[in-house]
């Protein structure tokens, strides 16, 4: 593990070198947070809760029972007061905030938060857009705004412990001032937000053109206080339903050092599920996979630690303000 001088002159070095680009050898973001060189760390994440019953239920069982280890909430949806409740009774629990831009599917639809104020995300039916290309070319960075804002008001109003943010299916990396609107809700909240920016392995393959568009805001974000995270995967989505254990436990097996989230739909389906969606088997799928012996047991075997955004977040401020004297000290000499 880095001493505290280790890791102050790491800092530094981030002042003054780009994020990537710092030479063979960088330190992880990881290590930064005071984990091991070599050792790997993941965040089990299930999105997409609050939009069904079938979803919360998914997210309870794969945190309670599986190896699941956060959960992020889309706030517009109808099942969020069912989610209040539970976080009511479990308020340690790691949950988000799943920002919800678009409404996908055919016939299980809702409308923005904000409402009339932001009629550039509204569609025809008085919902959100089916899409995010829609979004990109109707809403404007400021509507985009107050839309977010209005899904964290409204989670503080029902007292939703909010560990993070991120973002449905994607839509707020999809242009740079929505990301800004995005970045700086973290920054002003003190909330941490889902970016990646450390050695990037999935991240590269499955979202290029994001990496290298947001690569300058990794280090304003670290800089703000907030932590960030090395990796990305976000293709589970993809795998076959009868795949999803061999594939999951081969991804474990696989991961760089560093920390990666890696993204679960998990749901325990009813029998009108498949009636919002026809990801229904793929969903329940995600839920066996988080819920699997061998997941769990390749877990061990790999000694992967599974954390929270809660505990990045804790390791981020326990740096501490010596360490932020530190930094700013170094800055000043370099100037």
């Known amino acids: 593990m880095l001493s505290?001088?280790?890791r102050i002159l790491i800092l530094l070095l981030y002042l003054i070198l780009p994020f990537n680009e710092s030479g063979a050898g960088t330190p992880t973001f990881a290590e930064l947070l005071g984990w091991?060189?070599?050792e790997v760390v993941v965040i089990l994440h299930v999105d997409d809760v609050g939009m069904s019953h079938s979803s919360n239920e998914g997210a309870i069982q794969a945190t309670e029972s599986g190896?699941?280890?956060?959960?992020a909430i889309m706030m517009p949806c109808p099942w969020v007061p069912e989610i209040a409740a539970y976080l009511q009774q479990h308020p340690d629990s790691d949950s988000g905030l799943h920002l919800t831009l678009t409404s996908e599917w055919k016939r299980y639809r809702w409308p923005p938060l904000a409402g009339p104020k932001v009629p550039g995300l509204i569609d025809p039916e008085g919902c959100l857009w089916s899409s995010?290309?829609?979004?990109?070319?109707?809403?404007?960075p400021e509507e985009i705004d107050l839309e977010i804002r209005a899904q964290?008001?409204?989670?503080?109003?029902?007292?939703?412990?909010?560990?993070?943010?991120?973002?449905h299916m994607g839509t707020l990396f999809a242009r740079p001032d929505y990301f800004e609107k995005y970045a700086r809700l973290g920054i002003e909240e003190q909330i941490p937000i889902l970016v990646a920016g450390g050695h990037l392995t999935h991240t590269q393959i499955e979202n290029p053109g994001a990496a290298e568009r947001l690569r300058h805001w990794i280090p304003k974000i670290w800089n703000a206080g907030l932590p960030v995270?090395?990796?990305?995967?976000?293709?589970?989505y993809n795998w076959r339903p009868g795949e999803k254990v061999d594939?999951?436990?081969?991804?474990?097996?696989?991961l760089n050092p560093g920390i990666t989230e890696i993204l679960f739909h998990a749901s325990d389906p009813?029998?009108?599920?498949?009636?919002i969606t026809g990801s229904s088997e793929s969903r329940r799928a995600d839920l066996e996979s988080l819920m699997s012996p061998r997941v769990r047991q390749a877990i061990v075997d790999q000694k992967i630690h599974v954390t929270t955004w809660k505990e990045l977040m804790r390791r981020r401020t326990a740096l501490g303000e010596s360490d932020l004297a530190a930094l700013q000290a170094g800055r000043s000499k370099q100037h």
């Open 247 to 254: 594939r999951l436990v081969e991804l474990l097996e696989n």
């Open 4 to 6: 505290f001088t280790s």
């Open 270 to 275: 009813s029998n009108v599920f498949p009636l």
């Open 36 to 38: 091991g060189e070599d």
């Open 132 to 140: 995010v290309p829609q979004v990109v070319t109707q809403a404007t």
């Open 152 to 167: 964290l008001e409204r989670a503080r109003k029902l007292n939703l412990p909010v560990t993070h943010l991120d973002s």
């Open 229 to 236: 995270i090395d990796d990305l995967h976000t293709s589970t």
């Open 67 to 71: 190896v699941a280890s956060s959960f």
